[in-house]
């Protein structure tokens, strides 16, 4: 599985916006990048994914470099909900024994401050 | 949107004694679903992939007979902590997958917090 790179935490004042970088140098051509969240004692959450083009919802938006090497999570006013572990991955297709899973890595805990 | 139940939200059981974890997927079919365990403030592991009708397809260090993996029906996976011990204590995640596409977003349980005394 292609591997992503965050930093371990960032911190964010209420109402600014906060952007979370993401590294993935050796992401294939058909891999999508996927963006969860966690709260506490929560399954992860879907925030957004893209695959070449920068995508915007009504959470996020996700701007993603030329090369697709890099990828930034873009939420545009930290609220306090927003508080969170953020998760950068790469999907593949299903296919062999991948079937499309996501694999985790240790993702960057947001905080908020008030 | 598409929701993915996952039941019981949290379990406390004995030592040596079984538990059963059921993930369902509400609204859609689950062609795939994917088992993780979570130990307090680390990421998310997977455990094991199952697929509607088949085996379990588990990562490597997850043990088989321990960790017993049902997919029946396309909306419903089981997993089956047997004989469970202290060290299985975990947070368990399940989600569900329709299609295994790359573009598919996944959705989530809510999770189960195991605590085995």
């Known amino acids: 599985d292609a591997k992503t790179t965050q930093p371990n935490s960032m911190e964010s004042n209420e109402e600014e916006p906060v952007h979370l970088p993401c590294n993935h140098s050796?992401?294939?051509?058909?891999?999508?990048i996927h963006w969860y969240r966690q709260l506490p004692s929560q399954g992860p959450e879907y925030v957004i994914h893209?695959?070449?083009s920068n995508v915007n919802n009504r959470m996020a938006s996700l701007a993603i470099a030329e090369d697709r090497k890099s990828s930034t999570l873009i939420l545009h006013r930290a609220t306090l909900r927003d508080a969170a572990v953020y998760y950068c991955?790469?999907?593949?297709?299903?296919?062999?024994?991948?079937?499309?899973?996501?694999?985790f890595g240790q993702g960057t805990i947001l905080t908020v401050h008030p | 949107g598409a929701v993915v139940s996952q039941h019981p939200s949290r379990v406390i059981c004995k030592s040596g004694t079984s538990v059963k974890i059921e993930c369902r997927s509400l609204?859609?079919?689950?062609?795939?679903m994917f088992w993780y365990r979570q130990f307090p403030k680390q990421s998310l592991m997977l455990m094991a992939t199952?697929?509607?009708?088949?085996?379990?397809?588990?990562e490597q260090g997850v043990e088989k007979d321990k960790f017993l993996i049902n997919h029946a029906s396309l909306t419903l996976s089981t997993l089956t902590v047997t004989s469970a011990h202290p060290e299985d204590s975990s947070f368990y995640i399940c989600?569900?997958?329709?299609?295994?596409?790359?573009?598919?977003?996944?959705?989530f349980g809510s999770g189960t917090q195991l605590s085995v005394l």
């Open positions: 989600s569900a997958s329709s299609q295994g596409l790359a573009n598919e977003k996944l959705f």
């Open positions: 050796t992401i294939s051509g058909t891999d999508y």
């Open positions: 893209g695959l070449t």
């Open positions: 991955i790469l999907r593949g297709n299903a296919g062999g024994t991948s079937y499309g899973k996501l694999t």
């Open positions: 609204d859609f079919q689950a062609t795939t």
């Open positions: 199952s697929n509607e009708g088949s085996k379990a397809t588990y």
